[in-house]
């Protein structure tokens, strides 16, 4: 069985950083895709940044210049570094990865919460 497992969310003050942590575990062949995700109060889980297993990187229009997504292969981790937050960045943020494993799939982890205040 895999498991995503989040951290780095929090309470932060408008223009703050924060950096989020996902790191993969389980019996793992190799990861494919891995993103992150936000769902705000109310709305859809939309995605914020994707990175492919050979570094390659998108991000929603919202975000872009503020996040950056990073990954450690040997680690089977992902990072999201936010600078410059906004209020509007709120909600609980969700790692995602397509893992070739025993149990080949698609993959969530729990969420975490970031709030940022005005």
């Known amino acids: 069985q895999v498991q995503l497992v989040e951290s780095g969310g929090g309470l932060v003050s408008a223009g703050g950083s924060l950096r989020l942590s996902c790191t993969a575990s389980?019996?793992?062949?190799?990861?494919?895709?891995m993103d992150w995700y936000r769902q705000a109060p109310g709305k859809q889980r939309d995605m914020v940044a994707r990175?492919?297993?050979?570094?390659?990187?998108n991000y929603a229009d919202s975000v872009k210049g503020r996040f950056t997504i990073s990954r450690d292969n040997a680690k089977n981790t992902v990072y999201l570094q936010m600078t410059s937050l906004k209020p509007e960045d709120t909600g609980v943020y969700y790692c995602?990865?397509?893992?070739?494993?025993?149990?080949?799939?698609?993959?969530w982890g729990q969420g975490t919460q970031v709030t940022v205040s005005s």
């Open positions: 995602h990865a397509e893992v070739t494993a025993a149990y080949t799939g698609s993959y």
């Open positions: 389980g019996t793992i062949f190799s990861i494919g895709v």
């Open positions: 990175i492919t297993s050979g570094g390659g990187t």
